[in-house]
């Protein structure tokens, strides 16, 4: 987990480096470079203003070839020198230093190729390795002659050493902000880390088994973090439900078995300790006859459970057809009829309309059955069961309405659950396992559909079951 976060710590780290530090540096440099360039250039420019200003006085004074004038012209070059603090040089036209104003070059011959340009009439300026800049210009005379070259240098170095200084605050400056971008960092990460960490924390626990786990929301300033607990809440709040009903199940389960288990063993025993030889053959076929019957409640519960297991499979597909769904109840009706008349019940069935439905038909018959078995089972003498069939545009209703006991309010909202019955003996005795209605409704919902009942105790229950004609 530690790993993780330096992981994503580095990550916001390089990511400000990315769009933060590293273009400021670039985009300094840059500016940094054309203004110290303007400057040099600005150096250039002047120099060979200068550099001219002073050709053109040669010119006119003609200091080049009147020897008298040497004195003076001497003179004029050291003072315009000192003046503006260059060094000043003037070659004659074979580039022969004639003045130097710091004398160290006088009598020397000079073959730069600013001062050969400069011969050929083009006035140069170029920044040189030493960094000095040499500006050439020509003396003409006044035939348009040239008589010699005006060499003004200057070093560039000032300028240098003023980006440099720049520069440097300037990356002080970067580095102040790299501190505190690196500090920025350590707190975003925390501020991110520290709720994820938890959210993983609490995540980890979930996946050891303990659901009952929440994740401190209300501690979540931002929203998607905020959201991402809510969800793993949420999510805990299912598993936890669903955890609690897959327990219950499997004690009822457990507890549905155990009793005709028990009941079997109770029976057993109690002709085991009998003495065959004073037992009559009667009692065997009589203790038989109980323990068949234990053996079939069990049979009947295991094939409940199976039916709704793999009604609840996921990944069981409906694989539905068109059936006709008013002779598949007629066909329902009809098999049950008899066990009806046995229970002195009269079962009707009023089809309303003609319907043919998108449905598997096993899993819809056997819902109805379900259904019309309860309506005779939890009858009253003389009682009386009604099957309707109906359609509109959309959707099938089948109702099953009988005059039979009726289900209290209390017990309603319950009878759907696995295994629950309103009253135990009485099932018992008619056989039901508590899973036929769990059994209906899985199938109906299977079919995108509904199913809905009313009832009042002592006047009847209806069962009204909801399937849309067509499947998406
Ligand atoms: P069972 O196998 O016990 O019939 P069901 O899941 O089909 O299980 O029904 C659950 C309980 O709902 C029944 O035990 C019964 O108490 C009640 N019940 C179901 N249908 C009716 C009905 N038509 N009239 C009255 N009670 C009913």
Not at 3 to 29: D, E, R, S
Not at 183 to 194: E, G, H, Q
Not at 391 to 405: E, P, R, S
Not at 421 to 438: A, H, P
């Amino acid at each position: 987990m530690a790993k993780k976060n330096i992981k994503l710590k580095w990550t916001l780290l390089a990511t400000y480096m990315l769009i933060g530090i590293i273009p400021l540096v670039i985009m300094t440099q840059i500016a940094l470079e054309s203004v110290q360039g303007y400057f040099v250039e600005e150096r250039k420019k002047e120099l060979l203003l200068q550099a001219n200003v002073i050709s053109g006085h040669i010119s006119i004074s003609d200091y080049m070839y009147d020897e008298s004038k040497a004195f003076v012209f001497d003179y004029d070059i050291n003072h315009t020198s000192k003046q503006s603090g260059y060094r000043i040089m003037v070659l004659d036209r074979s580039g022969v230093v004639v003045n130097d104003s710091n004398k160290t070059e006088e009598g020397k011959t000079y073959f730069l190729p600013e001062i050969t340009d400069a011969l050929n009439n083009k006035d140069v300026a170029r920044v040189m390795e030493n960094d000095t800049v040499h500006a050439a210009v020509s003396i003409v005379d006044d035939r348009s002659n040239c008589i010699g070259v005006v060499l003004v240098c200057d070093s560039v170095t000032d300028i240098y050493e003023n980006v440099a200084a720049i520069r440097h605050k300037i990356f002080n400056m970067i580095m102040l902000l790299m501190v505190v971008v690196v500090l920025i960092d350590l707190f975003m990460a925390w501020w991110f880390t520290n709720p994820l960490n938890k959210t993983i924390e609490v995540i980890k626990k979930m996946s050891d088994g303990h659901f009952d786990q929440r994740i401190p929301v209300n501690d979540f300033l931002h929203t998607e973090l905020a959201e991402l607990a809510e969800s793993s809440n949420n999510m805990a709040e299912q598993l936890d439900r669903i955890e609690t009903s897959r327990r219950e199940f499997v004690s009822n389960v457990s507890h549905e078995l155990k009793t005709p288990l028990s009941s079997i063993k109770v029976l057993s025993d109690s002709i085991l300790i009998q003495d065959p030889e004073t037992v009559p053959k009667e009692m065997y076929v009589e203790f038989l006859q109980d323990i068949n019957s234990e053996v079939d409640r069990m049979t009947a519960i295991i094939n409940d459970l199976l039916t709704l297991v793999r009604m609840n499979r996921e990944e069981v597909e409906l694989k539905p057809a068109f059936v006709n769904l008013s002779e598949m109840i007629g066909d329902i009706v009809r098999r049950l009829e008899p066990i009806a008349e046995k229970n002195g019940i009269t079962l009707k069935y009023n089809m309303v309309d003609e319907v043919t439905a998108e449905v598997e038909a096993t899993k819809i018959s056997l819902a109805v059955s379900n259904l019309i078995e309860n309506a005779i089972k939890y009858n009253t003498e003389n009682g009386s069961v009604n099957v309707t069939l109906e359609a509109d545009g959309q959707n099938a209703f089948i109702t099953v309405a009988d005059t039979g006991i009726g289900i209290s309010e209390e017990d309603i909202n319950k009878i759907f659950d696995r295994f629950y019955r309103v009253d135990k003996n009485r099932d018992r005795e008619t056989g039901g396992t508590g899973l036929g209605l769990s059994i209906a409704r899985s199938a109906v919902l299977m079919h995108n559909g509904s199913i809905k009942v009313s009832s009042s105790e002592n006047e009847g229950t209806t069962f009204v079951i909801n399937i849309p004609l067509r499947q998406k």
